[in-house]
Protein backbone atom coordinates (compact mmCIF):
# COMPACT_ATOMS: atom_id res chain seq x y z
CA UNK A 1 0.00 0.00 0.00
CA UNK A 2 1.37 3.18 -1.10
CA UNK A 3 0.66 6.31 1.56
CA UNK A 4 -0.27 9.91 1.12
CA UNK A 5 0.44 12.17 4.01
CA UNK A 6 -1.11 16.14 4.36
CA UNK A 7 0.23 18.17 6.99
CA UNK A 8 -2.19 21.27 7.03
CA UNK A 9 -0.44 22.98 9.77
CA UNK A 10 2.68 22.75 7.50
CA UNK A 11 2.39 25.51 4.59
CA UNK A 12 4.40 24.97 1.69
CA UNK A 13 4.32 28.34 -0.38
CA UNK A 14 1.63 29.17 -2.65
CA UNK A 15 -0.21 27.52 -5.67
CA UNK A 16 -0.57 30.58 -8.42
CA UNK A 17 -3.19 28.32 -10.49
CA UNK A 18 -0.73 29.32 -13.58
CA UNK A 19 -2.00 26.32 -15.66
CA UNK A 20 -4.81 29.08 -16.96
CA UNK A 21 -2.99 29.33 -20.47
CA UNK A 22 -5.00 27.26 -23.75
CA UNK A 23 -4.14 27.79 -27.70
CA UNK A 24 -4.73 26.38 -31.01
CA UNK A 25 -3.37 26.98 -34.29
CA UNK A 26 -6.91 27.34 -36.19
CA UNK A 27 -7.59 31.07 -34.97
CA UNK A 28 -11.12 31.43 -37.20
CA UNK A 29 -12.38 28.53 -34.72
CA UNK A 30 -12.81 31.08 -32.20
CA UNK A 31 -15.40 32.17 -33.61
CA UNK A 32 -17.30 28.99 -34.71
CA UNK A 33 -20.15 27.23 -32.57
CA UNK A 34 -17.97 24.78 -31.00
CA UNK A 35 -15.09 27.18 -30.46
CA UNK A 36 -17.33 29.57 -28.40
CA UNK A 37 -19.34 26.14 -26.42
CA UNK A 38 -15.84 25.14 -25.12
CA UNK A 39 -14.14 28.98 -24.34
CA UNK A 40 -17.23 29.62 -22.67
CA UNK A 41 -16.52 26.90 -20.18
CA UNK A 42 -13.12 27.75 -19.68
CA UNK A 43 -14.38 30.90 -18.70
CA UNK A 44 -16.73 29.41 -16.46
CA UNK A 45 -13.85 27.56 -14.67
CA UNK A 46 -12.27 30.12 -12.19
CA UNK A 47 -9.80 33.58 -13.14
CA UNK A 48 -9.71 34.47 -16.84
CA UNK A 49 -7.94 31.96 -19.04
CA UNK A 50 -5.34 33.12 -21.66
CA UNK A 51 -5.85 32.25 -25.13
CA UNK A 52 -3.36 32.06 -27.84
CA UNK A 53 -3.78 31.40 -31.82
CA UNK A 54 -2.07 31.44 -34.49
CA UNK A 55 -2.77 33.10 -38.05
CA UNK A 56 -3.64 36.06 -36.81
CA UNK A 57 -2.45 38.76 -38.97
CA UNK A 58 -3.14 36.01 -42.31
CA UNK A 59 -4.61 36.39 -45.41
CA UNK A 60 -7.61 34.54 -46.76
CA UNK A 61 -11.51 33.07 -46.51
CA UNK A 62 -11.19 33.97 -42.81
CA UNK A 63 -12.31 30.22 -42.43
CA UNK A 64 -10.83 27.78 -40.26
CA UNK A 65 -8.93 24.94 -41.58
CA UNK A 66 -6.72 22.35 -40.24
CA UNK A 67 -3.70 24.41 -38.99
CA UNK A 68 -4.78 27.53 -41.07
CA UNK A 69 -6.45 30.71 -40.14
CA UNK A 70 -6.53 34.45 -41.40
CA UNK A 71 -8.30 37.76 -40.52
CA UNK A 72 -7.38 40.06 -43.27
CA UNK A 73 -5.86 42.70 -41.27
CA UNK A 74 -3.84 44.09 -43.90
CA UNK A 75 -4.40 44.61 -47.74
CA UNK A 76 -2.77 47.02 -49.81
CA UNK A 77 -5.39 48.71 -52.42
CA UNK A 78 -4.66 49.07 -56.11
CA UNK A 79 -1.72 51.79 -55.27
CA UNK A 80 0.05 49.66 -53.06
CA UNK A 81 -1.69 51.88 -50.07
CA UNK A 82 -2.66 50.04 -46.74
CA UNK A 83 -5.79 49.01 -45.73
CA UNK A 84 -6.22 48.33 -42.13
CA UNK A 85 -9.64 45.69 -41.59
CA UNK A 86 -9.34 44.09 -37.60
CA UNK A 87 -12.79 43.09 -38.07
CA UNK A 88 -12.58 39.50 -37.45
CA UNK A 89 -9.86 40.33 -34.68
CA UNK A 90 -12.27 42.61 -33.03
CA UNK A 91 -14.82 39.43 -33.38
CA UNK A 92 -12.24 37.22 -31.62
CA UNK A 93 -11.24 39.58 -28.41
CA UNK A 94 -14.79 39.94 -27.77
CA UNK A 95 -15.78 36.41 -27.64
CA UNK A 96 -12.28 35.77 -25.08
CA UNK A 97 -13.51 38.90 -22.90
CA UNK A 98 -17.69 37.85 -22.87
CA UNK A 99 -16.69 35.16 -21.38
CA UNK A 100 -14.16 35.65 -18.65
CA UNK A 101 -11.03 34.78 -21.36
CA UNK A 102 -7.85 37.04 -21.99
CA UNK A 103 -6.06 37.17 -25.33
CA UNK A 104 -2.45 35.75 -25.48
CA UNK A 105 -2.00 38.08 -28.77
CA UNK A 106 0.85 36.07 -30.84
CA UNK A 107 1.68 38.75 -33.39
CA UNK A 108 1.80 36.76 -36.66
CA UNK A 109 1.97 35.76 -39.52
CA UNK A 110 2.83 37.84 -42.76
CA UNK A 111 -0.31 39.10 -44.36
CA UNK A 112 0.13 38.65 -48.30
CA UNK A 113 0.34 41.68 -49.33
CA UNK A 114 2.87 41.77 -47.55
CA UNK A 115 5.66 39.76 -48.93
CA UNK A 116 7.51 39.15 -51.67
CA UNK A 117 7.54 35.51 -53.48
CA UNK A 118 9.12 36.54 -57.06
CA UNK A 119 11.44 33.84 -56.67
CA UNK A 120 8.25 31.14 -56.81
CA UNK A 121 7.31 32.42 -60.25
CA UNK A 122 3.82 33.32 -58.94
CA UNK A 123 0.76 34.08 -61.23
CA UNK A 124 -2.74 35.32 -60.37
CA UNK A 125 -3.63 31.16 -60.42
CA UNK A 126 -1.08 30.08 -57.77
CA UNK A 127 -0.24 33.33 -56.03
CA UNK A 128 -2.57 32.27 -52.90
CA UNK A 129 -1.72 28.67 -53.00
CA UNK A 130 2.07 29.81 -52.67
CA UNK A 131 1.14 32.68 -50.25
CA UNK A 132 -0.43 29.29 -48.17
CA UNK A 133 2.92 26.96 -48.25
CA UNK A 134 5.30 29.55 -47.48
CA UNK A 135 4.48 33.43 -48.09
CA UNK A 136 3.21 33.26 -44.58
CA UNK A 137 6.26 32.60 -42.99
CA UNK A 138 8.67 35.19 -44.85
CA UNK A 139 9.73 38.48 -43.44
CA UNK A 140 7.40 41.47 -44.76
CA UNK A 141 8.95 43.49 -48.26
CA UNK A 142 8.67 46.19 -46.01
CA UNK A 143 9.66 46.57 -42.71
CA UNK A 144 8.32 50.42 -41.68
CA UNK A 145 4.67 49.01 -43.54
CA UNK A 146 5.11 46.11 -41.05
CA UNK A 147 6.00 48.85 -38.34
CA UNK A 148 2.50 50.99 -39.05
CA UNK A 149 0.31 47.64 -39.12
CA UNK A 150 1.36 46.47 -35.68
CA UNK A 151 1.36 50.34 -34.40
CA UNK A 152 -2.33 51.02 -36.07
CA UNK A 153 -3.51 47.39 -34.77
CA UNK A 154 -2.20 48.64 -31.20
CA UNK A 155 -3.54 51.76 -31.79
CA UNK A 156 -7.20 50.49 -32.56
CA UNK A 157 -7.17 47.68 -29.70
CA UNK A 158 -6.59 50.14 -27.32
CA UNK A 159 -9.33 52.62 -28.20
CA UNK A 160 -11.97 49.88 -28.17
CA UNK A 161 -10.72 48.09 -24.87
CA UNK A 162 -8.78 50.46 -22.88
CA UNK A 163 -5.18 50.99 -21.62
CA UNK A 164 -6.38 48.88 -18.40
CA UNK A 165 -7.74 46.10 -20.30
CA UNK A 166 -4.47 46.15 -22.69
CA UNK A 167 -1.72 45.99 -19.93
CA UNK A 168 -3.64 42.70 -18.28
CA UNK A 169 -2.91 40.71 -21.95
CA UNK A 170 0.03 39.49 -23.35
CA UNK A 171 1.60 40.16 -26.87
CA UNK A 172 3.72 37.30 -28.48
CA UNK A 173 5.99 37.65 -31.57
CA UNK A 174 5.75 35.18 -33.85
CA UNK A 175 5.89 30.98 -33.06
CA UNK A 176 8.73 28.83 -33.47
CA UNK A 177 10.76 30.71 -36.04
CA UNK A 178 13.89 27.94 -35.45
CA UNK A 179 11.70 26.02 -38.08
CA UNK A 180 9.77 26.31 -41.22
CA UNK A 181 7.37 29.09 -39.32
CA UNK A 182 10.08 31.76 -40.04
CA UNK A 183 12.03 31.29 -43.66
CA UNK A 184 13.80 34.47 -43.40
CA UNK A 185 16.88 34.87 -41.32
CA UNK A 186 18.02 34.93 -37.81
CA UNK A 187 18.72 38.46 -38.34
CA UNK A 188 15.51 39.25 -40.06
CA UNK A 189 13.77 38.26 -37.34
CA UNK A 190 15.64 39.61 -34.87
CA UNK A 191 14.58 43.33 -37.23
CA UNK A 192 10.74 42.18 -36.86
CA UNK A 193 10.72 41.70 -33.28
CA UNK A 194 12.77 45.11 -33.02
CA UNK A 195 9.85 46.99 -35.61
CA UNK A 196 7.29 45.72 -33.85
CA UNK A 197 8.11 46.04 -30.09
CA UNK A 198 8.98 49.95 -31.31
CA UNK A 199 5.26 50.18 -32.64
CA UNK A 200 3.84 48.34 -29.65
CA UNK A 201 5.83 50.79 -27.08
CA UNK A 202 5.30 53.71 -29.43
CA UNK A 203 1.95 53.49 -28.85
CA UNK A 204 1.40 52.18 -24.97
CA UNK A 205 4.54 51.61 -23.13
CA UNK A 206 3.10 49.86 -20.39
CA UNK A 207 1.85 46.79 -22.45
CA UNK A 208 3.72 43.34 -22.11
CA UNK A 209 5.74 42.32 -25.33
CA UNK A 210 8.00 39.24 -25.44
CA UNK A 211 8.97 35.92 -27.29
CA UNK A 212 10.36 34.78 -29.26
CA UNK A 213 8.57 31.45 -28.85
CA UNK A 214 10.85 28.65 -30.23
CA UNK A 215 10.75 25.12 -30.11
CA UNK A 216 11.69 22.90 -26.83
CA UNK A 217 15.86 22.78 -26.77
CA UNK A 218 16.47 19.09 -26.91
CA UNK A 219 19.86 19.82 -26.15
CA UNK A 220 22.08 23.01 -25.06
CA UNK A 221 23.73 23.40 -28.54
CA UNK A 222 20.65 22.28 -30.46
CA UNK A 223 19.13 24.50 -33.39
CA UNK A 224 16.49 25.80 -30.76
CA UNK A 225 18.64 26.18 -28.12
CA UNK A 226 21.12 28.19 -30.42
CA UNK A 227 17.58 29.99 -31.57
CA UNK A 228 17.10 31.24 -28.19
CA UNK A 229 20.06 32.39 -26.80
CA UNK A 230 20.79 34.10 -30.26
CA UNK A 231 17.84 36.10 -29.70
CA UNK A 232 18.09 36.85 -26.07
CA UNK A 233 21.84 38.17 -26.48
CA UNK A 234 19.99 40.20 -29.15
CA UNK A 235 17.62 41.69 -27.00
CA UNK A 236 20.31 42.11 -23.94
CA UNK A 237 22.64 44.38 -26.00
CA UNK A 238 22.65 43.62 -29.55
CA UNK A 239 22.27 46.43 -32.13
CA UNK A 240 18.83 47.40 -32.20
CA UNK A 241 17.28 47.56 -35.83
CA UNK A 242 14.86 50.26 -35.41
CA UNK A 243 16.51 52.81 -33.20
CA UNK A 244 20.23 51.54 -33.65
CA UNK A 245 20.73 51.89 -30.07
CA UNK A 246 21.83 48.89 -27.91
CA UNK A 247 19.25 46.52 -26.81
CA UNK A 248 15.28 46.05 -27.23
CA UNK A 249 13.10 45.82 -24.92
CA UNK A 250 11.68 41.96 -23.50
CA UNK A 251 8.65 41.87 -20.77
CA UNK A 252 8.87 38.19 -20.85
CA UNK A 253 10.67 35.03 -22.79
CA UNK A 254 8.70 32.06 -23.89
CA UNK A 255 10.07 29.04 -25.81
CA UNK A 256 8.12 25.42 -25.99
CA UNK A 257 8.13 22.38 -25.00
CA UNK A 258 6.84 18.81 -25.91
CA UNK A 259 6.82 15.13 -24.37
CA UNK A 260 7.24 13.28 -27.48
CA UNK A 261 7.00 13.63 -31.77
CA UNK A 262 4.85 11.37 -34.28
CA UNK A 263 4.80 11.06 -37.77
CA UNK A 264 1.84 9.65 -39.75
CA UNK A 265 2.39 5.65 -40.32
CA UNK A 266 0.12 2.72 -41.81
CA UNK A 267 1.63 0.82 -39.01
CA UNK A 268 -0.99 -0.30 -35.89
CA UNK A 269 2.03 -0.72 -33.85
CA UNK A 270 2.13 1.45 -31.06
CA UNK A 271 5.22 3.79 -30.81
CA UNK A 272 6.71 4.62 -27.06
CA UNK A 273 4.55 6.96 -25.28
CA UNK A 274 5.06 10.63 -24.10
CA UNK A 275 6.99 11.27 -21.87
CA UNK A 276 6.82 13.66 -18.46
CA UNK A 277 10.92 13.24 -18.12
CA UNK A 278 11.29 14.51 -22.39
CA UNK A 279 9.37 17.55 -21.20
CA UNK A 280 10.72 18.71 -18.76
CA UNK A 281 14.15 18.26 -19.96
CA UNK A 282 13.62 20.57 -22.54
CA UNK A 283 12.13 22.90 -19.99
CA UNK A 284 15.00 22.76 -17.41
CA UNK A 285 17.69 23.77 -20.73
CA UNK A 286 15.58 26.52 -21.98
CA UNK A 287 15.80 28.07 -18.41
CA UNK A 288 19.56 27.59 -17.97
CA UNK A 289 19.54 29.57 -21.22
CA UNK A 290 17.32 32.10 -20.37
CA UNK A 291 19.04 32.64 -17.29
CA UNK A 292 22.36 32.66 -18.71
CA UNK A 293 21.30 35.45 -20.71
CA UNK A 294 20.28 37.19 -18.06
CA UNK A 295 16.29 37.17 -18.37
CA UNK A 296 15.73 34.41 -15.63
CA UNK A 297 13.50 37.31 -13.43
CA UNK A 298 11.11 37.60 -16.53
CA UNK A 299 8.32 35.29 -16.38
CA UNK A 300 8.77 32.35 -18.79
CA UNK A 301 5.36 31.21 -20.58
CA UNK A 302 5.76 28.01 -22.39
CA UNK A 303 3.56 28.76 -24.69
CA UNK A 304 2.95 25.43 -26.20
CA UNK A 305 3.52 22.62 -23.68
CA UNK A 306 2.26 19.09 -24.37
CA UNK A 307 2.74 15.43 -24.64
CA UNK A 308 3.69 15.79 -28.48
CA UNK A 309 3.31 17.53 -31.30
CA UNK A 310 1.20 17.82 -33.82
CA UNK A 311 -1.62 18.69 -32.51
CA UNK A 312 -4.20 18.11 -35.90
CA UNK A 313 -2.82 15.03 -35.69
CA UNK A 314 -5.08 12.23 -35.04
CA UNK A 315 -5.84 8.26 -34.13
CA UNK A 316 -6.06 7.92 -38.36
CA UNK A 317 -2.33 9.57 -38.83
CA UNK A 318 -0.92 7.74 -36.05
CA UNK A 319 -2.85 5.31 -33.34
CA UNK A 320 -0.51 6.69 -30.65
CA UNK A 321 -2.57 9.81 -30.64
CA UNK A 322 -5.49 7.37 -29.38
CA UNK A 323 -3.76 8.43 -26.16
CA UNK A 324 -5.50 11.87 -26.30
CA UNK A 325 -8.88 10.05 -26.21
CA UNK A 326 -7.98 8.52 -22.70
CA UNK A 327 -7.46 9.20 -19.19
CA UNK A 328 -3.82 9.23 -19.64
CA UNK A 329 -3.47 12.42 -21.02
CA UNK A 330 -5.25 13.54 -18.14
CA UNK A 331 -2.70 11.99 -15.75
CA UNK A 332 -0.16 12.72 -17.88
CA UNK A 333 -0.78 16.82 -17.71
CA UNK A 334 -1.25 16.22 -14.02
CA UNK A 335 1.92 14.97 -13.42
CA UNK A 336 4.05 16.87 -15.85
CA UNK A 337 2.22 20.35 -14.35
CA UNK A 338 2.93 19.31 -10.99
CA UNK A 339 6.30 18.44 -11.88
CA UNK A 340 7.09 21.65 -13.78
CA UNK A 341 5.87 23.40 -10.11
CA UNK A 342 8.72 21.79 -8.46
CA UNK A 343 11.09 22.60 -11.28
CA UNK A 344 9.94 26.42 -11.09
CA UNK A 345 10.08 26.38 -7.64
CA UNK A 346 14.26 24.89 -7.53
CA UNK A 347 15.30 27.51 -10.57
CA UNK A 348 13.86 30.50 -8.74
CA UNK A 349 11.66 30.87 -12.13
CA UNK A 350 7.62 31.92 -12.61
CA UNK A 351 7.42 29.17 -15.35
CA UNK A 352 4.30 29.01 -16.66
CA UNK A 353 2.62 25.69 -18.97
CA UNK A 354 -0.10 26.47 -22.14
CA UNK A 355 -1.84 23.77 -23.51
CA UNK A 356 -2.03 23.23 -26.71
CA UNK A 357 -5.07 21.93 -27.33
CA UNK A 358 -8.99 23.43 -28.47
CA UNK A 359 -11.43 21.53 -30.60
CA UNK A 360 -12.02 20.94 -34.34
CA UNK A 361 -14.89 21.52 -36.27
CA UNK A 362 -16.60 18.82 -37.78
CA UNK A 363 -13.93 15.84 -36.91
CA UNK A 364 -15.51 12.16 -36.07
CA UNK A 365 -15.96 11.85 -32.85
CA UNK A 366 -12.71 11.14 -30.63
CA UNK A 367 -10.74 11.70 -33.85
CA UNK A 368 -7.35 11.26 -31.53
CA UNK A 369 -6.67 15.32 -31.99
CA UNK A 370 -5.48 17.28 -29.12
CA UNK A 371 -8.55 18.80 -28.26
CA UNK A 372 -10.10 19.01 -24.83
CA UNK A 373 -13.67 18.19 -26.51
CA UNK A 374 -15.07 16.78 -29.50
CA UNK A 375 -18.19 17.08 -31.10
CA UNK A 376 -18.69 19.11 -27.79
CA UNK A 377 -18.03 15.94 -25.61
CA UNK A 378 -15.96 16.79 -23.61
CA UNK A 379 -12.45 14.62 -22.49
CA UNK A 380 -10.83 13.17 -19.75
CA UNK A 381 -8.16 15.94 -19.58
CA UNK A 382 -11.08 18.93 -19.83
CA UNK A 383 -12.34 17.36 -16.57
CA UNK A 384 -8.57 17.54 -15.21
CA UNK A 385 -8.99 21.45 -15.48
CA UNK A 386 -12.19 21.60 -13.60
CA UNK A 387 -10.46 19.90 -11.03
CA UNK A 388 -7.54 22.49 -11.05
CA UNK A 389 -10.13 25.40 -10.54
CA UNK A 390 -11.29 23.79 -7.33
CA UNK A 391 -7.74 23.99 -5.56
CA UNK A 392 -6.93 26.76 -2.96
CA UNK A 393 -4.07 28.53 -3.32
CA UNK A 394 -2.34 28.20 0.18
CA UNK A 395 -0.45 24.84 -0.69
CA UNK A 396 -0.11 22.90 2.34
CA UNK A 397 2.82 20.01 2.82
CA UNK A 398 1.79 16.65 1.11
CA UNK A 399 4.34 13.96 0.76
CA UNK A 400 3.99 10.56 -0.93
CA UNK A 401 5.64 7.06 -0.46
CA UNK A 402 5.45 6.99 -4.46
CA UNK A 403 6.90 10.17 -5.21
CA UNK A 404 9.49 10.34 -7.84
CA UNK A 405 11.28 12.62 -10.14
CA UNK A 406 10.82 12.09 -13.67
CA UNK A 407 14.08 14.13 -14.52
CA UNK A 408 16.08 11.16 -13.23
CA UNK A 409 14.80 8.48 -14.78
CA UNK A 410 17.00 5.92 -16.67
CA UNK A 411 15.69 6.41 -19.67
CA UNK A 412 12.71 8.88 -20.76
CA UNK A 413 9.58 6.34 -19.84
CA UNK A 414 10.74 5.41 -16.26
CA UNK A 415 11.41 1.63 -17.12
CA UNK A 416 11.29 -0.22 -13.55
CA UNK A 417 10.72 2.61 -11.65
CA UNK A 418 6.57 1.96 -11.29
CA UNK A 419 3.71 4.27 -11.51
CA UNK A 420 4.40 8.27 -10.10
CA UNK A 421 2.19 9.11 -7.51
CA UNK A 422 1.88 12.71 -6.30
CA UNK A 423 -0.27 15.63 -6.39
CA UNK A 424 -0.52 19.16 -4.55
CA UNK A 425 -2.86 19.86 -1.31
CA UNK A 426 -4.15 22.69 -0.19
CA UNK A 427 -5.80 24.47 2.32
CA UNK A 428 -8.82 27.44 2.29
CA UNK A 429 -9.93 29.68 5.08
CA UNK A 430 -9.20 26.86 7.53
CA UNK A 431 -12.57 25.35 6.68
CA UNK A 432 -11.80 22.84 3.62
CA UNK A 433 -8.69 20.86 2.63
CA UNK A 434 -8.48 19.77 -1.16
CA UNK A 435 -5.71 16.71 -2.15
CA UNK A 436 -4.83 16.52 -6.20
CA UNK A 437 -3.77 13.03 -6.44
CA UNK A 438 -2.28 11.92 -9.54
CA UNK A 439 -1.15 8.36 -10.74
CA UNK A 440 0.83 8.26 -13.55
CA UNK A 441 2.97 5.82 -15.09
CA UNK A 442 4.22 6.56 -19.26
CA UNK A 443 3.46 3.03 -20.61
CA UNK A 444 0.86 1.95 -23.06
CA UNK A 445 -0.83 -0.19 -20.06
CA UNK A 446 -3.98 0.95 -18.50
CA UNK A 447 -4.44 -2.39 -16.16
CA UNK A 448 -3.65 -2.50 -12.07
CA UNK A 449 -4.29 -0.13 -9.56
CA UNK A 450 -2.49 1.13 -6.49
CA UNK A 451 -3.96 0.80 -2.92
CA UNK A 452 -3.84 3.67 -1.27
CA UNK A 453 -3.67 5.62 2.31
CA UNK A 454 -4.84 9.24 2.92
CA UNK A 455 -3.79 10.54 5.90
CA UNK A 456 -4.86 14.42 6.54
CA UNK A 457 -3.27 15.37 9.79
CA UNK A 458 -3.42 18.44 12.20
CA UNK A 459 -6.71 19.54 10.63
CA UNK A 460 -7.85 23.12 11.19
CA UNK A 461 -11.29 21.77 12.57
CA UNK A 462 -12.54 18.80 14.15
CA UNK A 463 -16.00 17.06 14.31
CA UNK A 464 -18.21 16.35 11.50
CA UNK A 465 -16.48 16.59 7.82
CA UNK A 466 -17.89 16.24 4.25
CA UNK A 467 -15.79 13.75 1.79
CA UNK A 468 -16.46 14.37 -1.60
CA UNK A 469 -13.96 11.91 -3.77
CA UNK A 470 -13.86 13.24 -7.77
CA UNK A 471 -11.59 10.74 -10.04
CA UNK A 472 -10.89 10.68 -13.36
CA UNK A 473 -9.85 7.08 -14.51
CA UNK A 474 -10.80 4.56 -17.20
CA UNK A 475 -14.74 4.16 -15.58
CA UNK A 476 -14.96 7.70 -14.68
CA UNK A 477 -15.52 11.52 -15.78
CA UNK A 478 -14.12 9.79 -19.00
CA UNK A 479 -16.70 9.96 -22.12
CA UNK A 480 -14.22 8.05 -24.54
CA UNK A 481 -15.29 4.40 -22.48
CA UNK A 482 -18.99 5.16 -23.35
CA UNK A 483 -18.11 5.71 -26.93
CA UNK A 484 -16.35 2.59 -27.09
CA UNK A 485 -18.89 1.12 -25.14
CA UNK A 486 -21.33 2.46 -27.58
CA UNK A 487 -19.69 1.06 -30.79
CA UNK A 488 -16.82 4.02 -31.59
CA UNK A 489 -19.23 5.57 -33.85
CA UNK A 490 -17.96 8.59 -35.62
CA UNK A 491 -21.04 10.70 -35.37
CA UNK A 492 -22.80 9.62 -32.16
CA UNK A 493 -26.68 11.13 -31.86
CA UNK A 494 -30.09 10.25 -30.02
CA UNK A 495 -29.29 7.77 -27.15
CA UNK A 496 -25.89 7.33 -28.17
CA UNK A 497 -24.97 10.70 -27.68
CA UNK A 498 -27.16 10.91 -24.23
CA UNK A 499 -25.53 8.38 -22.83
CA UNK A 500 -21.55 9.55 -24.01
CA UNK A 501 -22.11 13.10 -22.77
CA UNK A 502 -23.83 12.09 -19.11
CA UNK A 503 -19.59 10.73 -18.87
CA UNK A 504 -18.20 13.83 -20.11
CA UNK A 505 -18.29 15.49 -16.82
CA UNK A 506 -16.69 14.72 -13.77
CA UNK A 507 -18.06 11.89 -11.79
CA UNK A 508 -17.70 11.08 -8.20
CA UNK A 509 -15.93 7.94 -7.57
CA UNK A 510 -17.87 7.34 -4.62
CA UNK A 511 -21.10 8.72 -3.03
CA UNK A 512 -20.30 11.73 -0.80
CA UNK A 513 -20.32 11.05 2.63
CA UNK A 514 -19.51 11.51 6.18
CA UNK A 515 -16.93 11.45 8.78
CA UNK A 516 -15.78 12.42 12.34
CA UNK A 517 -12.96 14.34 12.78
CA UNK A 518 -10.77 13.32 15.99
CA UNK A 519 -7.85 15.88 17.07
CA UNK A 520 -7.40 16.88 13.28
CA UNK A 521 -6.57 13.50 12.03
CA UNK A 522 -8.76 11.65 9.38
CA UNK A 523 -7.32 8.66 7.31
CA UNK A 524 -8.56 7.42 3.90
CA UNK A 525 -8.49 4.33 1.92
CA UNK A 526 -9.11 3.38 -1.73
CA UNK A 527 -7.32 2.58 -5.01
CA UNK A 528 -6.00 4.42 -7.75
CA UNK A 529 -5.85 3.06 -11.19
CA UNK A 530 -2.12 3.20 -12.91
CA UNK A 531 -3.55 6.23 -14.71
CA UNK A 532 -6.26 8.25 -12.97
CA UNK A 533 -6.71 11.74 -11.10
CA UNK A 534 -8.32 12.00 -7.50
CA UNK A 535 -9.94 15.55 -5.76
CA UNK A 536 -10.43 14.64 -2.33
CA UNK A 537 -12.44 17.40 -0.68
CA UNK A 538 -12.47 17.66 3.31
CA UNK A 539 -14.80 20.14 4.10
CA UNK A 540 -15.95 21.12 7.44
CA UNK A 541 -19.76 20.49 7.59
CA UNK A 542 -21.57 23.55 8.82
Not at 349 to 372: H, K, N, Q, S, Y
Not at 434 to 439: K, P
Not at 507 to 536: C, H, W, Y
Amino acid sequence: MEKINVNAAKTAGTLPHNWNYIGYDECNYTHSPGGMELIAKFGRLEKPYYVRTHHLLCTGTCHGTYKWGSTNAYTEDANGNPVYDFTVIDTMCDIWLGNNCKPFFEIGFMPLDLVTMDDLQVNQWNRYSEYKRTGWSRPPKDYDKWYNLIRALVEHLLSRYGQAELESWYFEMWNEPDIFYWTGTHEEFCRLYDYTEAAIHDVCPSLRFGGPATCGPLDHNGTAAIFLRDFLHHTKNGKNHKTGTAGTRLDFTSFHTKGGGYYFTTSKVLEKTPSVKKLLDQVRIGAAIIKECGYGDLECILSEADPDGWAAGGRFDNPAFDFRNTEYYASYTASAYRNLHSLANELAMDIRPLAWAFMFEGERCFEGTRVFSTQGIDKAVMNLFRLFAQLGTQLVELTSTAAKNPEKYKDYWGTGAGPEINGWATLTENRSLESLIYCHEDTWATDGSVPMELTAENLPFNGSCTITHYRIDRDHSNAYSEWVHQGRPDYPAGEQLAAIQKKSSLELAEPVRTADIQNGLLRLTFEMPVKSVSLILLEQKR
